[in-house]
């Protein structure tokens, strides 16, 4: 069974700290890995995109990695601030473009 | 560009009453998609359409049903409903390449089933 795995469930850290998101996902076959972001009672806004042939991307303060053979994705935020605050999803496309499995999500505090 | 619309933002029904949600997408995707997000259990894929004319069932289907007649529009219909069908729901929009389809969200409707 495919499952896309985010630990913690939720993380505080103290403003200013360089900080990695955890994503994980048992099967390999994967076509991207795609990173959101989620504040509360608002939809999801895409962060980073990694194809399968890629090793990462960046945005501004972010970036995202992914290791197909470990099963593992992170994202890496760089001098976090308040405004980085919300609840982090990752999401595997697999087969199609419909088939896409979603993480939980980690929930972010940065106390200022 | 407006992006994903969804309309409308709130709702509350009672048992055995019927709704329409609407989404709508201005970036000419052709796949959309309706989720819904539970506390504890993420998001979960309702139906999906690969274009105008077609849909498909996602993962949790059952007591909804979607219409896609126009491209930019994908409708979610609750014939009959239930206080299991209490949640926040999602529309998105991507295109049709798996490698590349990175997933636009509406900002959601919030439904109440007394």
């Known amino acids: 069974k495919q499952e896309v795995t985010q630990i913690p469930a939720a993380l505080s850290v103290p403003e200013g700290e360089n900080l990695v998101l955890n994503c994980s996902f048992t099967?390999?076959?994967?076509?991207?890995l795609q990173w959101f972001r989620q504040d509360p009672g608002k939809g999801l806004t895409s962060l980073l995109l990694i194809q399968s042939s890629q090793r990462e991307q960046t945005s501004g303060r972010l970036n995202a990695s992914l290791d197909k053979s470990s099963g593992r994705s992170t994202l890496y935020i760089a001098a976090s601030q308040p405004g980085d605050s919300a609840t982090y999803l990752c999401?595997?496309?697999?087969?199609?473009?419909?088939?896409?499995?979603f993480g939980s999500g980690t929930r972010l505090s940065i106390r200022p | 560009n407006a992006g994903v619309t969804q309309t409308p933002k709130f709702r509350v029904l009672k048992t055995g009453q019927s709704m329409t949600l609407l989404c709508a997408q201005d970036?000419?995707?052709?796949?959309m998609y309706w989720y819904r997000q539970d506390p504890g259990m993420g998001l979960r894929l309702i139906h999906y359409s690969v274009g105008e004319g077609t849909t498909a069932k996602g993962e949790v289907p059952d007591g909804y049903n979607v219409s896609r007649l126009k491209k930019q529009n994908f409708l979610l219909g609750l014939e009959s409903a239930a206080p299991s069908q209490t949640s926040v729901y999602f529309c998105?929009?991507?295109?049709?390449?798996?490698?590349?389809?990175?997933?636009?969200f509406g900002p959601g409707t919030r439904l109440t089933v007394l």
């Open positions: 998105a929009s991507g295109l049709a390449d798996r490698s590349y389809n990175e997933q636009f």
């Open positions: 999401a595997g496309t697999y087969s199609s473009a419909s088939k896409i499995i």
């Open positions: 970036m000419n995707h052709e796949y």
């Open positions: 099967d390999s076959a994967i076509y991207n």
